[in-house]
């Protein structure tokens, strides 16, 4: 039944034990209490329970939230203790009033305590109106009982000297019920169930009080079973409560969530009031007078109730008196609000505008039918009547439009953020004037893509289009000024600064309209052009005549001239045009300055010059250098494989020189399929077999033709794992190599193999990525994050990477880890391996051997 999932296991154990020791321990029990009271043994192995259970279900909450139920287990605790000292030592060595008793009331009264514990948490708790309706029900239930003449006002059968302990249960289950009754009824939408079961708990406190007055009056074995067996499933009953109670009450909301009704204590209170009149009636009709205490009782109740008629009236002339004063706050903090404030329905119909709304929207007349629509600029109301209608209102970011002012001046535009009660069709509108805000953003816009000084497009434009695709052939140019320091150190920045727009001014008088030029930085420049490296080295002279002619700066002129390095624009991308361009500036600097260099002027054509590389692949005199990726723990998870050549003349050659040079030989994809082949075996016939294994595939020089087929050749020629092996690629590498590396690289990742991004971060979101090419790594470089020393900019971003790649199940790995400081910083981010110069890299084979050899696990 779904209903005992509601049941602590704690409780299904004891409540039937517990029945079965009262009914093999009742008819053993001395009635006179000389004997062996096992009954009591067993409600103090019962209230042994509670004190557990209680003080297990308070570990899982917050110190507010738990204080009732903690309050409630120590109670169960004196309880325990009184039980068994009773049941242990009968006679007189606690006959009477003892040690036994005090422990027992303190017991006894610790639900109506935490009954009011609990009242605390609704809010605004009125006290004295609580105090007056727990007197209200204790005293009807107390006339009640008076009028029905009951043993438990009127114990005539009890002994003399025992008559007033049972009034005293009769007066003690009164106050408990109404006690419980008034505190409980009202509570918090999170405790009403654990309220309305303290009121059954009291309740079974209660019946065994009257059972107790009753074994008194009337002795006899059932109401001592019936006082034991409430005691026992009233304790019970406040693990149960304790059960359902909420875990957190750090948190202000749940205090101040809206007051909801207890069903159980509204039926509490409902009884007492309207059994009263019932009893008196009954009285009556069968012909008995009330008696004098009776009278005195109704009495009593009568007061009380108009006590708390009166109570109850200042109650509603406060809250009616706060709702005045709130309604004129809100209206005073409308009118004066600089933030506009509109009413609309669902038919864009304004119901009410604040006077700075109607300020925004140009309305002159407050009383006057408009619609939204009627003032927003005719090219922005579909929009608006789309966004409306399809979005909830306070869903995404807010909007923004052009409403035409009745004054006739220019347009203004608003920002709108909205909010809808649920079941309403009313929206509340909140209205700023951005006007000038968004004007100056647009202005910051265009100032980061545009040199403040010359009005040229900067850096990020210029990479910008060299990012964009062009059917074109392209080539960079990357300049930089001979000289221009003595114009500064001669005639002063202000002079400087002119002989910068003049070049500026020339450069573009040199280019084409579909040729960009850019400014750098300082006395460096940039020109995208397009056509061939024979158009772009003719352009290359051109600007070295240009400005090597005369300059004027104010009085002053200057022989100025410009160095210029030429670069194709080709497959591998912006960045490495313009290094490559970069490098044949500074060839040409060394040159002499006023010249033109090439590209393939520069060191990196070394490889290109030597016609052994096809020998060195073919006689395999090529060698691995391994970089490592550590766990946090220090362990290697992951070998990165680099090729490289150690050539006889002109040394140590590799990455891209070795790629590039492959490429001009159309070598490169041999290249590949040695690198695949040889770091499968090497890392194979490694002592540690979780090590996995990293292969970048560089942009540019990336063979897809039969990529995933070399990959399955050289995982099976080494026997190494699919899922030991890692591609990595850019973003770089997918943009500009063929469209059949997707497709190639879905299918080795179909056998097992791993698909590694790196250097994410630096391009386009994940989302986008995923959606192309399923991955299951990410290398991220910290040094790539933020500018230099920003270091805990840097790992804030990288933190945020992480949690995106977790919610997609990626591995990340954390690179350009320099010092111990940063590694710590990154472990503490949540990477899964560490890459850097601060471990272990440009291994060879031999040495990765040595280093895994001692840690290979047993």
């Not at 000292?85 to 422990?103: I, K, Q, S, W």
């Not at 708790?125 to 009127?154: M, S």
């Not at 059917?471 to 150190?489: I, S, W």
């Not at 699919?722 to 850019?730: A, G, Q, V």
Request: glycine share 8%.
């Amino acid at each position: 039944m779904t209903w005992l999932r509601w049941i602590p296991l704690s409780v299904r154990w004891t409540v039937p034990l517990a029945l079965l020791g009262l009914a093999a321990a009742v008819p053993f029990s001395a009635p006179d209490g000389t004997g062996m009271q096992w009954d009591e043994l067993v409600l103090g192995a019962v209230a042994a329970s509670t004190a557990y259970a209680s003080f297990q279900e308070s570990r899982a909450m917050d110190a507010a939230a738990a204080r009732p139920w903690r309050f409630l287990g120590i109670a169960a605790v004196l309880f325990l203790i009184a039980q068994w000292l009773a049941g242990f030592f009968p006679g007189p060595e606690f006959d009477g009033f003892g040690v036994d008793d005090v422990l027992l009331f303190a017991g006894a009264t610790a639900p109506i305590v935490a009954c009011g514990m609990l009242a605390r948490r609704v809010s605004r708790t009125r006290w004295a109106a609580i105090v007056l309706d727990g007197l209200v029900v204790t005293a009807a239930l107390l006339v009640i009982t008076e009028v029905l003449r009951t043993p438990l006002v009127n114990p005539a059968g009890a002994p003399e000297d025992l008559r007033s302990l049972v009034l005293a249960y009769g007066g003690y289950a009164a106050v408990m019920l109404g006690g419980a009754g008034a505190m409980c009824t009202v509570s918090t939408a999170a405790l009403r169930r654990s309220a309305t079961i303290m009121i059954v708990a009291v309740g079974w406190q209660a019946a065994a009080a009257c059972a107790e007055a009753m074994a008194i009056v009337a002795p006899s074995p059932l109401w001592t079973a019936a006082s034991d067996v409430s005691v026992a499933l009233g304790l019970q009953t406040v693990v149960l409560a304790a059960s359902l109670a909420p875990r957190r009450f750090a948190d202000r909301s749940a205090r101040a969530a809206a007051p909801v009704v207890s069903r159980v204590g509204l039926a509490l209170v409902l009884f007492a009031m309207l059994s009263l009149p019932l009893a008196i009636a009954c009285s009556l009709w069968a012909g008995r007078p009330l008696s004098v205490g009776a009278e005195v009782g109704c009495a009593v109740v009568f007061g009380l109730m108009a006590l708390r008629l009166v109570l109850r009236i200042r109650e509603d002339g406060r809250v009616t008196e706060d709702l005045v004063r709130n309604e004129e706050d809100f209206r005073e903090l409308i009118e004066t609000s600089s933030d506009g404030i509109a009413i609309m329905d669902d038919e864009f119909r304004l119901l009410f505008t604040s006077p700075a709304a109607r300020s925004l929207l140009g309305i002159a007349d407050p009383d006057q039918d408009i619609h939204l629509l009627d003032l927003v600029a005719p090219e922005d109301r579909a929009f608006v009547r789309a966004a409306t209608l399809n979005a909830p209102a306070g869903d995404g970011p807010p909007l923004h439009f052009h409403v035409l002012p009745g004054d006739g001046d220019t347009p203004r535009e608003l920002e709108v953020a909205s909010s809808e009660r649920p079941g309403s069709t009313r929206r509340v509108l909140y209205l700023r004037d951005v006007t000038v805000r968004r004007r100056r953003e647009r202005e910051l816009e265009r100032m980061a893509y545009t040199d403040h000084l010359t009005g040229l497009p900067n850096r990020a434009t210029l990479f910008q289009e060299m990012a964009a695709d062009s059917p074109d052939v392209r080539c960079l140019l990357v300049l930089d000024l001979d000289g221009f320091k003595a114009v500064n150190d001669v005639a002063g920045h202000e002079s400087g600064d002119q002989l910068l727009v003049d070049v500026a001014r020339r450069l573009n008088t040199l280019v084409r309209d579909d040729d960009l030029v850019a400014r750098l930085g300082g006395d460096e420049f940039a020109v995208l052009v397009t056509g061939s490296v024979d158009d772009a080295a003719e352009v290359a002279e051109r600007v070295v005549d240009a400005l090597g002619l005369p300059h004027s700066a104010g009085d002053w002129t200057f022989a100025v001239g410009a160095s210029v390095g030429v670069a194709p624009l080709g497959a591998a991308g912006g960045q490495v045009a313009f290094r490559e361009a970069d490098a044949a500036l500074r060839l040409a600097k060394q040159s002499g300055k006023g010249c033109v260099r090439l590209a393939d002027d520069d060191a990196k054509a070394v490889v290109a010059t030597v016609d052994d590389l096809a020998t060195a692949l073919a006689e395999g005199t090529l060698s691995l250098r391994l970089d490592s990726a550590c766990e946090p723990d220090g362990r290697i998870g992951l070998l990165h494989a680099v090729p490289v050549w150690q050539h006889p003349v002109h040394g140590t050659v590799r990455g891209q020189d070795l790629w590039g040079g492959a490429e001009r030989h159309g070598l490169s994809a041999r290249l590949q399929r040695w690198l695949l082949t040889e770091a499968c075996a090497a890392v194979a016939a490694l002592p540690d077999q979780r090590i996995g294994l990293a292969v970048s595939l560089p942009a540019g020089h990336v063979t897809a033709d039969a990529l995933a087929t070399d990959v399955a050749a050289a995982l099976a020629g080494s026997g190494l794992a699919p899922s030991r092996l890692s591609l990595s690629i850019t973003e770089e590498t997918l943009l500009t190599s063929s469209v059949a590396l997707v497709s190639e690289l879905t299918a080795a990742r179909a056998t097992g193999v791993r698909l590694c991004l790196d250097n994410y971060g630096m391009g386009h979101s994940l989302f986008a990525l995923m959606a192309r090419l399923p991955l299951d790594v990410v290398r991220v470089d910290i040094s790539a994050l933020a500018a230099r020393d920003e270091t805990e900019q840097a790992l804030q971003v990288l933190r945020a990477i992480v949690v995106t790649t977790s919610s997609f199940g990626l591995t990340t790995i954390a690179g350009g880890i320099r010092t111990p400081e940063l590694r710590a910083a990154a472990v503490s981010a949540g990477v899964s391996l560490l890459h850097g110069r601060a471990l272990p890299h440009e291994l060879t084979v031999d040495e990765v051997r040595d280093l895994v050899r001692d840690v290979v696990p047993a």
